[in-house]
């Protein structure tokens, strides 16, 4: 059983920071591509950044140069680090991974629970 556990979300003032943790854990080979999503209610899920195995990263037009997405391998561990945080980046952002549980078994997409993150004075 594999789970991604979110934490670091919480209010902060506009321009403010937040570094927002996603552990993976459970039974895992490796992990491969790892995401972070951002969700307004009613709305569809937003990528906000990708990291590759390789760390190679890839960001939504609306926060590069503010966010910096970067991974931990030995801790299965990716991270989202948002600078100057406006309004408009509040949501509930999302960890997502492709993870194989086996050497030789394709990987499995996991999604995990959302952290809260609130910008406002």
């Known amino acids: 059983q594999v789970q991604l556990v979110e934490s670091g979300g919480g209010l902060v003032r506009p321009g403010g920071s937040l570094r927002l943790s996603c552990a993976a854990s459970?039974?895992?080979?490796?992990?491969?591509?790892m995401r972070w999503y951002r969700q307004a209610p009613g709305k569809q899920r937003e990528l906000v950044a990708a990291i590759t195995s390789g760390s190679s990263t890839n960001y939504a037009g609306s926060v590069r140069g503010r966010f910096t997405i970067s991974r931990d391998n030995a801790k299965n561990t990716v991270y989202l680090q948002m600078n100057s945080l406006r309004p408009e980046n509040e949501d509930v952002y999302y960890c997502?991974?492709?993870?194989?549980?086996?050497?030789?078994?394709?990987?499995?997409?996991?999604w995990g629970q959302g952290t809260q993150v609130t910008v406002s004075s």
């Open positions: 997502n991974a492709d993870i194989l549980v086996r050497r030789y078994s394709g990987s499995t997409n996991y």
């Open positions: 459970g039974t895992i080979f490796s992990i491969n591509a």
